[in-house]
Every structure is written in C-alpha cells, then in structure tokens.
C-alpha cells in the first residue's frame, strides 16, 4: 500500500518473487492500483480493509505519520491475527509504537522499518531496512523484505527502526549542503568540476551523495528521487526527537532552513540536492567576514 516513488517499485520486485503470491495493491490515488496491476499482475482493491482482508504480510510505504495514522485506522479492524505489517514509511518512533500496541491487541505484528537507498535502491531492490519490533516477527518477515533490499536489519523493539533512519538522516544532510557548497566553490572558482568530483570521490571527501549527485546538482537536475517536503518532513522528526532529548542538532536544523528556502523557491517536489539551487543562488549574496561590516 502506498504505490508512489519507493512503494512502486517496492510491489514490482514482490511481483516477479516466486515465493509470493496473491499480491493485492492499493493506493488513495484512485487510479495508481490499476495502473500498477496493468504493469506488473495481481489485483487492485478499493479500500485499506479490502486489501489487507486475508494478508498474511503487509507492507506500507506512506509520507508520513498522518498517513500511517489513517492507514492504521482502517487496517488495525480488518487485519487477520497473526499478520505481520511491515511499514517502510519514515514516521517518528511514537507512531511506530502506538500501531504496534494496536497491532499487538489483536494479535497481529507490526515492523517500523523504515529505508534507505533511495528511489534508486527501490528499482534495483538494493534498499537498506532499518527495523524495529518483535523478533520473531522480525525473522519471517526477512525473506520478503529481502524481495527488494540487499541489507535488512533488526536494530531492537518497536520504533528502533525509525530512531536508526532519523541517526542516517543526520549524518546525511549536512553532507549534502556541503557538497553543494563545494561544488559551487569549484565552478565559481572556474575549474571543471567533473574532473574535481573525479579526484575528489578517489579522497578523503567521498561519500554517496558525491557519487550518485553530484553530476545532477552539477546539471540543476532535480527532477527525480527524494523530494523537500519529505526530507524536511525527516528533518522536522530528527529535531523532535531531539528536543525531547535534550540535544541541540545545530547543523540539521541549519539545513533544515535552507530546504525552507528551496521549498519558497518552488523546490517543494525537487530531489532535496537541489540545496545546490539555493547555493547557487543565494551563494554570491553572501558577504565575507570583514566586507559585510566595513572592516
Ligand atoms: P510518495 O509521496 O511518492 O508516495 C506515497 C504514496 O502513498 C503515494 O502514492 C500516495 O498516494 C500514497 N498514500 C497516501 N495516503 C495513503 C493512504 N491513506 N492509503 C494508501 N496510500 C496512500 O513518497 P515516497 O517518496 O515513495 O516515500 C514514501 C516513504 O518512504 C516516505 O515516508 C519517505 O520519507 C520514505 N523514503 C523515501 C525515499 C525516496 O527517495 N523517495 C527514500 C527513503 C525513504
């Protein structure tokens, strides 16, 4: 359920595993399910309990917490004992834990297990889980998850999952606005930034961002993958938790502003490297230290 970027693809590699059958799709976009069943077989239900009436397996990939809410709303009634829901969606850890109570009280199973790798990762069933619930859930649940993810991991009860992808969030933003800072540097600076991202991924400054973006930031191809909303969605959940925790996060909630600019730009649907965007055109605004105060 939830066929758009990630859980298009996500379906299409459960469809072609020999394994798996009986496979019903459904999404609130009317006509997202049929179109999908035109591509890849199965059935298309109409509602939320209509799909999951005899399911033994689960899997959600919805935008957020106000979805999974819906979603579980409907789902929890209709759902048969002892199924196992595995929701790919990222969502903050209190959801993850108030589904799987619910779950729990019916005596069905319920996985957080959010993702990362990207649309990229989803078409070539490379994605990595993140999940958090019962053990032995967690076990039966692995040979479908692995359907379309090279790595899948239990990281401890209900909401782990989602505590691990916000931790991969934060170690991630801060990469790519520096990036797009470096990138912007080295063509201002008039070198061929092809050539610099080809030095630079052999070095210390590597990263996944640097292989798999660069060349789009380089192009302003935003037209693709991970969009603003949903990464200042991720943001607003990592500063959440944070808060509740007490830490200061300086450098997420900077970039958490930029994306704001980038959404106020018309970004809001654009791949989040369009940080780049933002430095591209606010970059020769910014005075150095000393000239901005006639020092
Ligand atoms: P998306 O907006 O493209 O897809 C979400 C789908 O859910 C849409 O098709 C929407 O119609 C459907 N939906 C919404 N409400 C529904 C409901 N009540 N019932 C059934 N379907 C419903 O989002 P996406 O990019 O595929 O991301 C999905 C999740 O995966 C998000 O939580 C996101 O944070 C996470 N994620 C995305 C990426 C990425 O690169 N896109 C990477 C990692 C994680």
């Given at each position: 359920?939830?066929?758009?970027?990630?859980?298009?693809?996500?379906?299409?590699?459960?469809?072609?595993?020999?394994?798996?059958?009986?496979?019903?799709?459904?999404?609130?976009?009317?006509?997202?399910?049929?179109?999908?069943?035109?591509?890849?077989?199965?059935?298309?239900?109409?509602?939320?309990?209509?799909?999951?009436?005899?399911?033994?397996?689960?899997?959600?990939?919805?935008?957020?917490?106000?979805?999974?809410?819906?979603?579980?709303?409907?789902?929890?009634?209709?759902?048969?004992?002892?199924?196992?829901?595995?929701?790919?969606?990222?969502?903050?850890?209190?959801?993850?834990?108030?589904?799987?109570?619910?779950?729990?009280?019916?005596?069905?199973?319920?996985?957080?297990?959010?993702?990362?790798?990207?649309?990229?990762?989803?078409?070539?069933?490379?994605?990595?889980?993140?999940?958090?619930?019962?053990?032995?859930?967690?076990?039966?649940?692995?040979?479908?998850?692995?359907?379309?993810?090279?790595?899948?991991?239990?990281?401890?009860?209900?909401?782990?999952?989602?505590?691990?992808?916000?931790?991969?969030?934060?170690?991630?933003?801060g990469?790519?606005q520096a990036?797009a800072e470096g990138?912007d540097f080295?063509?201002r600076a008039?070198?061929?930034?092809?050539?610099?991202?080809?030095?630079?991924?052999?070095?210390?400054?590597?990263?996944?961002?640097?292989?798999?973006?660069?060349?789009?930031?380089?192009?302003?191809?935003?037209?693709?993958?991970?969009?603003?909303?949903?990464?200042?969605?991720?943001?607003?959940?990592?500063?959440?938790?944070?808060?509740?925790?007490?830490?200061s996060?300086p450098v997420?909630a900077l970039v958490?502003q930029f994306?704001a600019d980038?959404?106020a730009?018309?970004?809001?649907?654009?791949?989040?490297?369009?940080l780049?965007?933002r430095q591209r055109r606010f970059g020769p605004g910014i005075a150095p230290p000393g000239e901005a105060d006639g020092r």
């Amino acid at each position: 359920m939830g066929l758009g970027r990630m859980g298009w693809h996500i379906a299409a590699h459960l469809a072609g595993h020999d394994d798996l059958h009986d496979l019903v799709v459904f999404d609130v976009v009317e006509d997202h399910g049929p179109r999908w069943v035109a591509e890849h077989g199965g059935r298309a239900a109409d509602s939320v309990a209509a799909a999951v009436a005899d399911a033994e397996f689960v899997i959600t990939s919805l935008p957020s917490d106000r979805e999974l809410q819906v979603v579980a709303d409907e789902l929890v009634p209709a759902i048969p004992g002892g199924a196992i829901w595995v929701d790919h969606s990222t969502t903050s850890a209190r959801i993850a834990r108030e589904v799987g109570d619910r779950m729990s009280a019916v005596d069905a199973h319920f996985l957080d297990a959010p993702v990362s790798g990207g649309v990229d990762g989803a078409r070539k069933g490379s994605l990595t889980v993140m999940a958090g619930g019962d053990e032995d859930a967690f076990s039966r649940a692995v040979p479908v998850m692995e359907a379309y993810a090279a790595r899948v991991r239990r990281m401890g009860d209900t909401g782990a999952g989602q505590l691990t992808k916000m931790t991969n969030q934060i170690c991630v933003v801060g990469l790519c606005q520096a990036l797009a800072e470096g990138l912007d540097f080295a063509s201002r600076a008039g070198l061929d930034v092809e050539d610099v991202v080809q030095a630079m991924l052999q070095g210390s400054s590597t990263s996944w961002q640097m292989e798999n973006r660069a060349d789009k930031m380089s192009a302003g191809d935003y037209d693709f993958g991970f969009s603003t909303t949903l990464m200042r969605k991720d943001i607003g959940l990592v500063l959440d938790e944070a808060s509740a925790m007490s830490i200061s996060l300086p450098v997420t909630a900077l970039v958490g502003q930029f994306l704001a600019d980038v959404d106020a730009m018309g970004g809001a649907d654009w791949d989040w490297c369009s940080l780049m965007e933002r430095q591209r055109r606010f970059g020769p605004g910014i005075a150095p230290p000393g000239e901005a105060d006639g020092r």
